[in-house]
């Protein structure tokens, strides 16, 4: 199906175009949430990671994580871990694409469903998560992830979701899509991670292959102080070289970027 089928007006080709327009992630997400609330769903949590390993998705602390879902469910699944143990975070893991929200009801009449992923189903139902789709995105790293949960609004049912998918599905996965690479080319600081003008410059020069000499005397400062700069980057970054430091800011789109 193309979607001339599908039926795209002027508007959401407009939505698409401004998709790619957008100059920060605050600015990105915003007019995501209210291009999907168009098509029923009010409430999106996208995350994504960088440092996924064969046991963990890394620090949560690292993580990427955007919704418009209250703090009162965001808070306990994401810093109190029950992400870990939600059935679609594990099927996002294993897979590529779209699923609908049915494997769940799937899950739960051939009796799968851990003690633990139903501890986790009942957490969503109380705040009223309970029909949607997930979209995996595909990546070229093993070490990266990033999904998203697109849930639908009160009194919507699953069959309703599943005949929408039907007719928008694949310009909705478009408009994800296009959302999730945008969010990698933007700035974004985790929390207490965020660096000085002077930390990233010192970074970036570092990057560039200077010694600790060029960089004193192209930012005319002590080499002491340049070392200094270099050390709170570490810190801030929460990591124990400045080799992981340059990485981990290049990561988050810290380095090399206009300050205007």
């Given at each position: 199906m193309d979607l001339t089928q599908q039926n795209m007006t002027p508007e959401q080709s407009a939505a698409l175009l401004d998709l790619t327009h957008s100059n920060s992630i605050e600015e990105l997400w915003d007019l995501h949430c209210r291009r999907m609330a168009d098509f029923g769903f009010d409430r999106l949590l996208y995350g994504f990671t960088r440092f996924r390993t064969a046991t963990s998705l890394g620090d949560p602390d690292d993580f990427i994580v955007l919704s418009n879902i209250d703090s009162g469910y965001v808070g306990p699944f994401i810093n109190d871990g029950l992400y870990r143990s939600a059935p679609m975070v594990r099927w996002a893991l294993e897979n590529d694409g779209a699923a609908s929200w049915t494997v769940l009801r799937m899950m739960m009449d051939s009796g799968t469903v851990t003690d633990e992923e139903r501890r986790i189903l009942q957490f969503n139902a109380k705040h009223g998560i309970t029909a949607g789709f997930s979209i995996s995105f595909r990546s070229l790293s093993d070490r990266a992830k990033g999904a998203i949960a697109l849930i639908a609004q009160d009194g919507i049912s699953q069959d309703e979701v599943d005949a929408l998918w039907v007719r928008s599905g694949e310009l909705i996965q478009l408009m994800n899509n296009i959302v999730h690479l945008k969010i990698l080319t933007l700035p974004y600081t985790p929390p207490n991670q965020n660096l000085?003008?002077?930390?990233?410059?010192?970074?970036?020069?570092?990057?560039?292959?200077?010694?600790?000499q060029d960089i004193a005397t192209i930012m005319e400062l002590t080499p002491a102080t340049v070392e200094k700069h270099l050390r709170l980057a570490r810190e801030a970054l929460n990591v124990d070289t400045t080799a992981q430091a340059v990485l981990k800011a290049a990561l988050q789109n810290q380095m090399f970027i206009s300050d205007r």
């Open positions: 000085t003008k002077r930390q990233r410059e010192a970074l970036e020069w570092v990057g560039g292959g200077k010694t600790m």
